[in-house]
């Protein structure tokens, strides 16, 4: 039995990766799944809590959340192509069909 010379997952990227794909999606659900048309009877207290929360959420989350979530990529990217040199393997061949895929996800994001 060959005993295994894996490295263990650095857990604290994945958590903050996990935070970062829910920001993300805290401020999508607020950029594109919120009806633009509110009610003309509303309260002033209800509009001031809206918009509060509004500025509060993109304040606190929209650009951190991308730039973690980016500089993560790199991260990853760099672990995998560095394991993938110690191998002794060409990493750019597997990161192109990644980037395709990429490029593909991105496309049906766009057109729906």
Do not use: C
């Not at 993300?24 to 809590?49: A, Q, R």
Request: aromatic share 18%; proline share 4%.
């Amino acid at each position: 039995m060959e005993l295994s010379t894996k490295t263990p997952r650095i857990e604290v990227v994945d958590a903050l990766r996990g935070f970062a794909v829910m920001a993300i999606l805290l401020v999508h659900n607020l950029e594109h799944f919120i009806f633009p048309v509110y009610p003309e009877n509303s309260p002033e207290w209800l509009t001031i809590l809206d918009n509060g929360v509004f500025n509060a959420v993109f304040s606190l989350f929209a650009g951190k959340s991308y730039a973690i979530f980016a500089l993560l990529f790199g991260f990853t990217f760099y672990i995998q192509s560095h394991n993938q040199k110690l191998k002794g393997k060409d990493f750019g061949y597997r990161f192109l069909w990644r980037m395709v895929l990429l490029v593909g996800f991105a496309t049906l994001n766009a057109a729906f």
